[in-house]
Nanobody, 113 residues
Framework: VQLLESGGGLVQAGGSLRVSCAASGRTFSRYAMGWFRQAPGKEREFVATISWNGGKTYYSDSVKGRFTISRDNAKNMLYLQMDKLKPEDTALYYC???????WGQGTQVTVSS
């Protein structure tokens, strides 16, 4: 599975942004998938995960209530809707299946204050 993120950009604090992840391969729909992020000078951290059929989701405390993870298995797409963005959300956002070593190249999200 190859992963390609898109949709990052610059947004003001309080604004919204949706990042997407296009997956290649026919096995995408079998896997739970996740979003991770890494800010400059910090370690990569977990953001959200979603089960293979979208029935279960889980979020880090820092984004709970503001971000929504979703997927469209028919299109091999993973999404992260980010609302009420804060400057501390600034990071490179990755979609991934870490247990299998699948990582995208990341998309930059910058939130200005």
């Amino acid at each position: 599975v190859q992963l390609l993120e898109s949709g990052g950009g610059l947004v003001q604090a309080g604004g919204s942004l949706r990042v997407s992840c296009a997956a290649s391969g026919r096995t995408f729909s079998r896997y739970a998938m996740g979003w991770f992020r890494q800010a400059p000078g910090k370690e990569r951290e977990f953001v959200a995960t979603i089960s293979w059929n979208g029935g279960k989701t889980y979020y880090s405390d820092s984004v709970k209530g503001r971000f929504t993870i979703s997927r469209d298995n028919a299109k091999n797409m993973l999404y992260l809707q980010m609302d009420k963005l804060k400057p501390e959300d600034t990071a490179l956002y990755y979609c991934a299946k870490p247990s299998l070593g699948y990582w995208g190249q990341g998309t930059q999200v910058t939130v200005s204050s």
